[in-house]
């Protein structure tokens, strides 16, 4: 999550706001832009996720299914590895596996964002639980 301080000059106090609503992985493991977007694609996500169930598609679209329904995902390769959104996610989900950048050059890391500014503590627990897959799924394919 992203926070910003601000001074409120009326009540002499400094105000904490919520900008987004981010989450980080860190996964102890070493690998290669080159590695990372040849290892995960179409064929591969449910062997490393095995919630995440490829139903239908091609190449860098496809249709899944997955504890919150179907959503259609896309996978973008993007500099330093890949990413992978749900097009047609009203919190509009998305997230990044990269490596060679902050914050841990050498490992591989999970970063995923939602277009809210809070929601109930149950989504933010599948949002965890989706990460710890992930997490578990890259520790054990790299």
Not at 41 to 47: C, E, G, H, Q, V
Not at 113 to 131: G, H, Q, S, V, Y
Request: proline content about 4%.
């Amino acid at each position: 999550m992203v926070f910003e301080f601000r001074y409120d000059f009326f009540s002499r106090r400094k105000l904490l706001l919520h900008l987004a609503m981010e989450f980080f992985r860190i996964v102890d493991k070493q690998s290669s832009e080159t590695e990372i977007k040849e290892q995960i694609n179409i064929n591969t996500i449910s062997d490393i996720y095995p919630d995440m169930i490829v139903l239908d598609g091609h190449e860098n679209t496809f249709m899944i299914g997955s504890f919150w329904g179907e959503f259609t995902l896309h996978r973008d390769e993007i500099m330093g590895g890949l990413r992978f959104s749900m097009l047609d996610c009203p919190n509009a989900l998305s997230w990044t596996i990269t490596t060679g950048y902050p914050p841990a050059r050498d490992k591989i890391v999970i970063h995923l964002t939602i277009n809210r500014m809070e929601k109930p503590k149950e989504f933010i627990a599948e949002i965890n639980e989706l990460l710890d897959g992930w997490k578990k799924g890259l520790e054990n394919r790299f």
